[in-house]
Nanobody
Framework: DVQVTESGGGLLQPGGSLLLSCFAS????????MTWFRQAPGKGLEWVSG???????FYGDSVKGRFTTSRDNAKNTLYLQLTNLKPEDTAMYYC?????RGQGTQVTVSS
């Protein structure tokens, strides 16, 4: 089956850091443009970042300079490093391959 599985979420205080992972299976991960989205409570889906096949990353304005996405093709895994977290970063985070998403991983930032 083609699927992606997100993990690594948690409860953090403002200013904290977290590493999210997304394990991909059932497709050629190294040939795939991958994306991170998030959805805050009561809000729509927000694009967070994209990572192309050459490893070039793109970020939304709200996370630029604080989040970093990377990939390990040997492990079929996409990462999202979150730093300097803010309460407004609280959301369910999803990785995405052309519309295929997993169940997501919850990140909650609260003091």
């Amino acid at each position: 089956d083609v699927q992606v599985t997100e993990s690594g979420g948690g409860l953090l205080q403002p200013g904290g850091s977290l590493l999210l992972s997304c394990f991909a299976s059932g497709f050629t991960f190294s040939d795939s443009y991958m994306t991170w989205f998030r959805q805050a409570p009561g809000k729509g889906l927000e694009w967070v970042s994209g990572l192309n096949l050459r490893g070039t990353a793109f970020y939304g304005d709200s996370v630029k300079g604080r989040f970093t996405t990377s990939r390990d093709n040997a492990k079929n895994t996409l990462y999202l490093q979150l730093t300097n977290l803010k309460p407004e970063d609280t959301a369910m985070y999803y990785c995405d391959k052309a519309g295929l998403r997993g169940q997501g991983t919850q990140v909650t930032v609260s003091s």
